[in-house]
C-alpha cells in the first residue's frame, strides 16, 4: 500500500510502504480489509480522523499542493451493488442511471463486475464523489497538475483514465497483462505503467488515452518513481530482487 503525506503548505508528499522521515503535518493512510482511510498527525501520532465505508482501499495517491485524493478498492462489486455504493445520496436513481448511461466510457471486466474509486478532498477531509472503474483497483496515480488520475486494473489488462476536474471516468486503456503500478511524466501528459504480466512499461498519451510504446524491462516490474526531470525510472523489478534505472528517452535499461 502507498500513503500521503500533506505537509504544512498544503503539499502532498509520496512515500512507498507508508513510512517517511519528511516532516508534515498530515499523513493518509489507505486500511485496506479495515474499509477506510485513516488520517493521522505526523509529529504526534493523533489520529485525525478516520473516514469509513471505503471497501478494500489498497492504492491512494495525489498530487503536490492537489485538492484531491484518490483511493482505489481491490474488491469489485455487480453493477447493482456498485449503483448504490457510488450513488450520492441527493440523487435519484433515474438521474443517477441517466449519469452513467452517459460517461460509460470505460471497459468492464468481462464477468460484468466493477469496482469503486473514490475521491477525497484534502480541505474538508470528506468524500467528495465515488466511481466505477471496470475491475478491481491496484493503484492509483494522480498528475502533478491535480487535473487527472489513472487507475491499474490487474485483473482487466488495462488503466482507467479520471478526469478530476469533470469528476468522471473518461477512458480504458489497454497495457498489457497486470499492470501493476503508475506514475505521471512533470508535464501530466503521460503515464508510465508496469506490466508485470510481460515485464513491459507502457508510456500511454493522456489526451489521445493510447499506448505510444512499450519498454522492455527486467523480469517483473511492479511500484516505480519517476525522477523530477523525467530523465530516470526507478523500478522495481521483483523477482529478480533488483531496482532498474530505466530511461524514458531510449527506452533501455540503464543501470541495474
Keep these: 500500500m502507498s500513503s500521503f503525506l500533506k505537509s504544512s503548505s498544503g503539499a502532498l508528499v509520496f512515500s512507498i510502504f507508508a513510512s517517511t522521515t519528511v516532516l508534515a503535518a498530515t499523513v493518509y493512510i489507505p486500511e ?14 493523533d489520529v485525525i480522523k478516520r473516514i469509513s465505508g471505503l471497501e478494500a482501499i489498497h492504492g491512494l495517491s495525489g498530487a503536490p499542493r492537489g485538492r484531491y485524493i484518490v483511493a482505489g478498492s481491490f474488491k469489485e462489486f455487480s453493477r447493482e451493488e456498485a449503483a448504490q455504493t457510488t450513488k450520492p445520496a441527493a440523487v435519484s436513481a433515474e438521474d443517477h442511471e441517466a449519469h452513467h448511461a452517459k460517461s460509460g466510457k470505460s471497459s468492464p471486466a468481462s464477468d460484468g463486475t466493477v469496482s469503486i474509486v473514490t475521491i477525497l478532498d484534502t480541505q474538508t477531509e470528506e468524500i467528495v464523489h465515488r466511481l466505477e472503474v471496470p475491475a478491481a483497483v491496484h493503484h492509483t496515480a494522480v498528475s502533478p497538475d491535480g487535473s487527472t488520475a489513472v487507475a491499474t486494473h490487474p485483473g482487466n489488462g488495462g488503466i482507467s483514465i479520471i478526469d478530476l476536474e469533470a469528476m468522471k471516468v473518461v477512458g480504458f486503456v489497454a497495457t498489457g497483462p497486470t499492470p501493476n503500478y503508475a506514475a505521471f511524466s512533470s508535464d501530466s501528459q503521460r503515464v508510465y505503467v508496469t506490466n508485470t504480466g510481460n515485464a513491459t512499461i507502457s508510456e500511454v498519451d493522456v489526451g489521445r488515452r493510447i499506448v505510444t510504446r512499450n519498454m522492455i524491462v527486467g523480469d517483473a516490474p511492479e511500484h516505480f518513481v519517476a525522477k523530477s526531470d523525467d530523465s530516470i525510472l526507478y523500478v522495481l523489478d521483483a523477482d529478480a530482487g533488483n531496482v532498474l534505472e530505466v530511461s524514458p528517452a531510449s527506452g533501455k535499461i540503464a543501470r541495474t
Design 32 to 45: 485496506g480489509s479495515a474499509g477506510s482511510v485513516l488520517i493521522v498527525e505526523a509529529e504526534t501520532g
